[in-house]
């Protein structure tokens, strides 16, 4: 099915506040969420509904939660999500991170006690949008296996890194650092793909490519684990992925006051911890030398030699903003039992159902509310 | 041969000195270079000596050059190294960077028109030994192939992270974004090792494994070129290890207003920037808290599970240590073309020659000229 942005974002926000949610909150996880539809992330969308209102309804997720300062500098603020949803808290953390580096030149946050926050993307994105540069980073679940390690001991651990380059197209990577998210193996595993040696690893520390028993085996904390970015051992660089998950880690553990490791999602709520970092291009050059010091970089590149068979040489985030230009105007497509899954929850919640898109509308920003056109 | 890393210091300096050099800024550059070759990082140790020699020599660094403030606010400032070495301008950034979190928090500074300034993680670990966590990159002349692409558009670009987890034994991750550095690869060569698919292309974009023209060909900047950590296409994330080679130019080019790209070490000069960011443990949580974490961090992936055939799961930064404290005690190996380098270099600048370490007395830190045991 495909659907308009806006109906997603009203339903998913809905969805919220039946459960209990804050009006702001729900807005918040809704935008956050569709966020990551609009831009292809599928993985991150609506498609975790199901968790933050299972989350909620069964007390792991604090709906009430308030958002408090622990510490405060010039330039950091300490922050402590209280066990709530970890969208909202995040953009308190952003923002100040904004507000403080706008008038000391850069700003720092972490947060701890929270929950997923959706893609790191989105809270880069933000400070870009309003002129500064940032770093996000988030921990999670354990899935990932160190160098030599035969276990999961570190989460998918993403790091993104925006840039106001553009005002319309700022630079965005967002990537976790291990070699592929599960959520890319979970895909293969349903449309029927293959995985590739240097992925994943058995619970003796072995390369697999058996992907039922890995997604199985990863969904069961059974011993398998994904590899870092650089893959199995040292000879490609598994080292630097696993140091850089190590890094993440110890921003958003240690150093946020958070959980981390294999501690996250204990008995007393998940305790993820999430920081952001964000500063001023106008502190350190002009706005108008970076931008177009910074596209020139990126026209360089894209006009550089290609590989044989390759016709594009992309920037970090191109793609995601295509994939989000395209979704704006023709709609979100969801898959048949993501659609199944929000039906039972829009019946559990009592909330209106999502309806698909109206293609002869598509354009023109129709809710699609109440139709059943579209895939 | 093996020398003593005091005389190798002093040796350094002298030669710097030498080409007219300040005292202090020798000192800094010695210090800078020698800590490479303690923690095995050979490739960044005096090995390079003999082009700072030259660059200065030919006029393509200046050795009276002063490192200006270009703007500057509560938590950042912007330096121009004036075309001059890397390492003094380097040490000056991250001591103001330093200055600036322990004041606000949080503090960065970018530097331009700058030369090589030798491993990121010494800076780093400059910021960690104050009790600050620190993050540095660099950018660096071209070496690296954009994904899809066929042409070396980016250095290395190496980042360094450190924190304060312990005093005698602070972490460092280090490394370059690419699979492998270049230093590796000419190692191999003239080991006779070999390479493997996946760590660099040649001109029409595709894995080669063929060393020697791998080796010439970076150096006659040939076409060929190294793969982002994450190696070929996307299938291993290599589009994740080319989009932090684009952040770290990002931060190191046009927000630093250096140059990027093809576009250093032209004939103004290298023209190279870093930047670096430092912040206050204390500011965001307790010390002994982020410490007790940390390495209750570190204790769990040493006793983790090990892969088949592995006996040790390492933190980051822990072997460069271990080769620290072991160079410290025994010396530093110099390879037989290197010794024969400096000797030239000492000849070219009438500086005493360096002798190896007195193997008698190697534990009781003796000078080591003028003798002419070791290997």
Known sequence: MRVDHRSLREFTSRCLLAVGVSTKDATVVADVLVAADLRGVDSHGVARLRRYVDGVRDGAIRPD????????????????????????????????????????????????????????????????????????????????????GAAPMFGTNPLAVAFPTDADRPFV??????????????????????????????????????????????KARAGYALLPLGGLGESHGGHKGYGLATVVELFCGPLAGARWGRHVYGAEGAGLGHFFLCGQVAALTTVADFQAEANQMFDELRASPKARGQDRVLIAGEREHETEQQRLATGIPLRPAVVTDLARIADQCGVVPLGPMPMSRSGLGAHGENTDEGD
């Not at 923002?95 to 809270?123: C, L, P, Q, W």
């Open 65 to 148: 939660a308030r958002t408090t300062v622990l510490a405060e500098t010039a330039a950091t603020v300490a922050l402590d999500a209280g066990n709530g949803l970890g969208q909202p808290a995040s953009c308190t953390a952003v923002d100040m991170a904004i507000a403080k580096g706008v008038e000391t030149g850069v700003g720092m946050a972490t947060v701890r006690r929270s929950n997923h926050f959706g893609i790191a993307g989105y809270y880069a994105l933000r400070a870009a949008s309003r002129g500064l540069f940032a770093i996000v980073g988030t921990n999670a679940s354990p899935q990932v296996a160190p160098t030599n």
């Open 173 to 218: 990577f967002d990537a976790a650092t291990s070699v592929v998210p599960r959520g890319r193996l979970e895909r293969l595993h349903r449309e029927g793909g293959d995985m590739r040696a240097g992925w994943a690893v058995d619970p003796n520390g072995e390369s697999t490519t058996d992907i039922p028993r890995v997604v199985d085996g990863l």
